[in-house]
């Protein structure tokens, strides 16, 4: 399976996802779309990974290759590609499907508890996952729903926290993928989103811990493994 990922930021990179397609033998290949790469042809891989970012998906004035990452997206999923987006990238998919991004009514920000939706436990993705699990969250939007899709996760901050597509194109909000050095880059580059209304925003120490962190990739290996089989 070859596997092509988009990177938003030089400090957000793919975790274990690459872990486990080196593990596997598959190829792997990325986008530094921050540095003005430019983007494959849809016929290059077999499964997209959409990557986190600081930015919000509808600030193409700040950010101008927004808009044609989007197109891009769009064509993969008309193209029959697999298509996994994490935390911004899983907005990207919600935004080109024609769902709402919004701001949350909360920042979540740390280790917290997802649990699977009633429809979820039909899908074939989830029959692995665990009812509930702990993930890392690090956003401030959200997104809505498209149509055609499953709503699969939800979390007592974020109603929205996962859908799948046409049983191709996965949108999560949360990052099962974290690895030690990934938390340390993200805490050290957005520290001053910690700020504001802590409700779901955990303190530093409490992010930091490793703990969850091998539970947390049991689920994206359980969807990596999903797609495999696709």
């Known amino acids: 399976m070859r596997i092509h990922s988009l990177l938003h930021e030089p400090f957000e990179d793919t975790g274990y996802i ?17 540095a003005g790469e430019p983007l494959p042809d849809t016929g290059d891989f077999d499964l997209l990974v959409i990557m986190g970012g600081s930015m919000n998906i509808y600030e193409e004035d700040k950010f101008p290759w927004l808009s044609g990452e989007k197109a891009f997206i769009k064509s993969a999923i ?8 994490i935390c911004l990238g899983g907005q990207l998919i919600a ?20 649990e699977k939706t ?7 993705l989830c029959r692995g996952i665990p009812y509930s699990f702990t993930v ?23 109603e929205n926290q996962g859908f799948i597509y046409r049983g191709r194109a996965l949108g999560l909000q949360f990052h099962p993928e974290m690895m030690e050095e990934n938390l340390k880059s993200l805490t050290e580059n957005c520290y001053d989103e910690l700020e504001g209304d802590r409700t779901f925003i955990q303190p530093l120490a409490e992010i930091l811990k490793w703990s969850n962190i091998r539970s947390a990739n049991v689920v994206i290996i359980l969807i990596l493994a999903y797609f495999e089989g696709l």
């Open 18 to 34: 690459r872990i486990w397609a080196e593990e596997k033998g598959h190829p792997f290949s990325e986008t530094l779309l921050y």
């Open 78 to 85: 008309d193209a029959g590609n697999k298509v996994l987006g």
């Open 118 to 124: 009633s429809d979820a436990e039909n899908i074939p």
């Open 95 to 114: 935004d080109v499907l024609g769902a709402p991004v919004r701001k949350n009514k909360y920042p979540e920000v740390g280790w917290f508890s997802v």
């Open 136 to 158: 890392f969250q690090w956003h401030g939007d959200t997104f809505g729903i498209p149509d055609e899709a499953v709503n699969l996760f939800r979390s007592s901050a974020c």
